[in-house]
T-cell receptor, first 110, second 116 residues
Framework: DAKTTQPNSMESNEEEPVHLPCNHS???????IHWYRQLPSQGPEYVIH???SNVNNRMASLAIAEDRKSSTLILHRATLRDAAVYYC???????????FGKGTKLTVNP | KAGVTQTPRYLIKTRGQQVTLSCSPI?????VSWYQQTPGQGLQFLFE???????NKGNFPGRFSGRQFSNSRSEMNVSTLELGDSALYLC???????????????FGPGTRLTVL
């Protein structure tokens, strides 16, 4: 399973943008980059995923480096509800398995 | 659409006993995966079932087993419980459409197992 590296924790202020980095230098050509987050006392929830191009959805944006060795999850305006542990995960087709690392614990200050 | 449900939500057992946890996936989802979450090891993949067959397995001892029924509902069983089995057990379901990547996983709230 390809590995990802994320900072242990990050802090942000409410209504400011947040950029959560992820390094995945051993990514293969067929690996997709997925982001999940886990709010306190809940199961993880899907945030966004992509392969090569930048992606946007109602929750966040995903910026993928040209060499695909790193990516950044962007929360455009952080709210208190965005305080969670964010996981960056590489996945391959044919498997529904997610390999979670330690993730980044995001604290949002009011 | 109803989300993934897990029963029971909380469970207390003693060492040596066995336990069965249940997971009902989102309607139409064919794949069910199980994860164990502990403070020390984080989230770890246990196994995945698709069309009543175990398709993928994590690195856990044989005391951990599971099955999937024809309606996609799944159960996991842990025999001869140990103190270290105390954890949050999460179930996730997905459509498993084989689109070239892992399909979006929808997680349930988990079952909190305490082994005394």
């Amino acid at each position: 399973d390809a590995k990802t590296t994320q900072p242990n924790s990050m802090e942000s202020n409410e209504e400011e943008p947040v950029h959560l980095p992820c390094n995945h230098s051993t990514i293969s050509g067929t690996d997709y980059i997925h982001w999940y987050r886990q709010l306190p006392s809940q199961g993880p929830e899907y945030v966004i995923h992509g392969l090569t191009s930048n992606v946007n959805n109602r929750m966040a944006s995903l910026a993928i480096a040209e060499d695909r060795k790193s990516s950044t999850l962007i929360l455009h305006r952080a709210t208190l509800r965005d305080a969670a542990v964010y996981y960056c995960i590489l996945t391959q087709g044919g498997s529904e398995k997610l390999v979670f690392g330690k993730g980044t614990k995001l604290t949002v200050n009011p | 659409k109803a989300g993934v449900t897990q029963t029971p939500r909380y469970l207390i057992k003693t060492r040596g006993q066995q336990v069965t946890l249940s997971c009902s996936p989102i309607s139409g989802h064919r794949s069910v995966s199980w994860y164990q979450q502990t403070p020390g090891q984080g989230l770890q993949f246990l196994f995945e079932y698709f069309s009543e067959t175990q398709r993928n397995k994590g690195n856990f001892p044989g005391r951990f087993s599971g099955r999937q029924f024809s309606n996609s509902r799944s159960e996991m069983n842990v025999s001869t419980l140990e103190l270290g089995d105390s954890a949050l057990y999460l179930c996730a379901s997905s459509l498993a459409r084989l689109t070239g990547t892992t399909d979006t996983q929808y997680f349930g709230p988990g079952t909190r197992l305490t082994v005394l």
